[in-house]
């Protein structure tokens, strides 16, 4: 079902990554940046990620060996050291995530570029190198954004929706890789329900809610693909839900052939058996417009 499988290391049938965007309380300060600072049940909600789900998921992570990926806008890299330190001192990686959680949609031009500046010398900074991966805040990549990944010597992007695998893309200024995401994966339908900033989604129960990431990754595992998580540690990594996902991470791994990795790890692989020949992958040519359609 999948036309151009990739070859995944040591006979895996199915590549895995979880994936978590540690925004924190960076969406209500940016959604409401007049009295944002004084909304204190979203800041609250958005502190229960690092202060609480993080060190929970790094538990996790650290019983079953795993090795993961975490998106993280750069103002909460300062805000929060210590999960931030936590989250490499385990090895993890930590990829390029905005600077407040800024719509690149809505930060064209000067903006935008500034705002991925500023962030990309915090991680040189704080985290000390140059982040490989690249999510855009609500998936809003631009042009101008690719064109900066490519410039700046990104290894990849993980925002966009073209294909079930990692694909190649090819710019008239370089190429890069993308890292697929879809909304089927991501756990903001089920769980968010966050009125400051219009996202009012019914709560599902923990088992209803991740069921549709099971049978996603079932999907995947039988067509010998890529299963991506894109999560949030304040709303998955709650407590009842966390338990529903350990318990499948035990299960998976015991009775599955995966490989988890981090989506650098993931990507360097395409990467390579692309460049010995040995895997041929699919390739988007972008821009994919230059101008409105609208005449």
Same mark, same amino acid.
């Given at each position: ?32 940046? *007049? ?31 795993? *090795? ?24 993890? $990686?930590?990829? /390029? ?8 949609? $809505? ?6 570029? *500034? ?7 915090? /991680?040189? *900074? ?105 999560? /949030?540690?304040? !709303? ?32 360097? /692989? ?23 359609? !609208?005449?």
């Amino acid at each position: 079902m999948i036309a151009n499988p990739i070859p995944w290391p040591n006979g895996a049938r199915c590549a895995c990554a979880i994936t978590f965007d540690m925004d924190a309380d960076s969406l209500i300060h940016i959604s409401r940046p *007049k009295d944002g600072h004084d909304r204190l049940y979203p800041i609250s909600m958005g502190r229960y990620g690092p202060t609480v789900a993080v060190p929970r998921i790094l538990d996790t992570y650290r019983k079953y060996g795993l *090795k993961q990926s975490f998106f993280i806008p750069a103002w909460c890299i300062e805000q929060y050291p210590a999960a931030v330190e936590s989250i490499l001192r385990d090895g993890h $990686e930590i990829g /390029h995530h905005g600077l407040l959680h800024e719509d690149p949609v $809505e930060t064209r031009g000067e903006r935008q570029q *500034k705002a991925f500046e500023t962030a990309t010398e915090i /991680h040189q *900074k704080r985290i000390g190198r140059k982040p490989r991966g690249y999510r855009a805040p609500v998936y809003n990549v631009t042009q101008q954004v690719i064109d900066l990944l490519v410039a700046n010597g990104f290894q990849y992007d993980s925002s966009l929706m073209a294909d079930d695998i990692p694909y190649l893309m090819k710019t008239p200024s370089g190429t890069l890789w993308e890292a697929p995401v879809h909304w089927g994966t991501d756990d903001w339908p089920p769980f968010a329900h966050y009125a400051e900033i219009d996202y009012m989604m019914p709560v599902k129960a923990p088992s209803e809610g991740l069921k549709a990431f099971w049978e996603e990754f079932d999907a995947q595992y039988e067509a010998g693909g890529f299963w991506i998580g894109i999560w /949030h540690p304040f !709303l998955t990594g709650r407590l009842a839900r966390w338990r529903l996902v350990d318990q499948w991470l035990e299960q998976t791994l015991k009775t599955k052939n995966v490989w988890f990795a981090p989506l650098e790890d993931i990507i360097a /692989h395409v990467a390579k058996v692309t460049a010995d020949g040995s895997y041929s992958p699919r390739v988007e040519q972008l821009p994919y417009y230059t101008r409105s359609q !609208l005449g």
